[in-house]
C-alpha cells in the first residue's frame, strides 16, 4: 500500500431534520412558513432562490412532516399523475422550471397533478431557481392556478451562516476542526451551502486519504486541487 492510504467512502447521514436547518434573516420567512404546514392559505408554496441557499434541505423537512412524494421534470415526462401521486395528499415539486420546459405533456400533467391535490384537501410545495412569474409556464390554465400560489425566496446565505454551516458540516461527519481553519476558508470559497458541502467532502476525503487531521495547509491543498488556484 501507498503511503496515502486508500479512502474508503463508507457514506454519512447528513442532518436534514427542522432541528438542523440554521435559521438566518435571509431564510426565516420561508422556515416560518414550513412550520406553519398544514395551516397554509392555500393548496401550494413556491420556494425559489440560488444554488446552495437552502431550499431542498426545507424541501427535505416539509416532505419529512407531510409524508408528501418527491417529482421532478423526468417523472412528470414519464408518468401520469395518479401514478405519481398515488395515494398521497402531499407532492413537492423540485427544479420546476425544468418540470415546466419542453412540449412533451408535463405542463398539463402537472396541472392535473395539482388539481387532485386540491380535491384530495391536499398540498404541494414548488421549488425553483427563479420567482414563479418567471417560470416558463406554456399552459394557460396552469400558469392560472401558479399565480395565486405565494412564493417565498430565499437569498443567498451571507458570511455568518456559511460559517455556521461548516462547523454543521463538519459536525454531521464527526471531524473536529479548528477555527483557524474554517477562518481560513471563509475568503476563499463561494457563499454557497453547495460549496460549502463539496469543501467539506473534500478535506474529509484528503484527510482520510493522508491519515492526518485537517488543519490549514491540507486545507490550502484541497482548495488548490479543487480549482487549481486556492480558491473555490
Known sequence: MSAAQLAFDLGHRPALGREDFLVAPGNEVAVAWIDRWPSWPGAALALH???????SHLCQVWRGASGAVRIDGAMLAAAEPPALLGTATACALDDVEDALGGNDGRAKRLFHLYNMLVER????????????????????????????????ELAAPGDALIEAVMVKLFADRQLRVGSDVVRF????????????????????????????????PLARAVLADLDGTGEI
Open 185 to 216: 476558508l471563509m475568503p476563499r470559497m463561494e457563499r454557497s451551502f453547495a460549496a460549502a458541502r463539496v469543501l467539506v467532502e473534500a478535506l474529509d476525503r484528503a484527510a482520510l486519504a493522508d491519515r492526518r487531521e485537517i488543519t490549514v
Open 121 to 152: 384537501g391536499g398540498h404541494m410545495l414548488f421549488i425553483g431557481r427563479a420567482a414563479p412569474s418567471r417560470w416558463p409556464v406554456a399552459l394557460r390554465d396552469l400558469e392560472t392556478r401558479l399565480a395565486s400560489v405565494p412564493a417565498v
Open 49 to 55: 432562490g440560488p444554488a446552495g441557499c437552502g431550499k
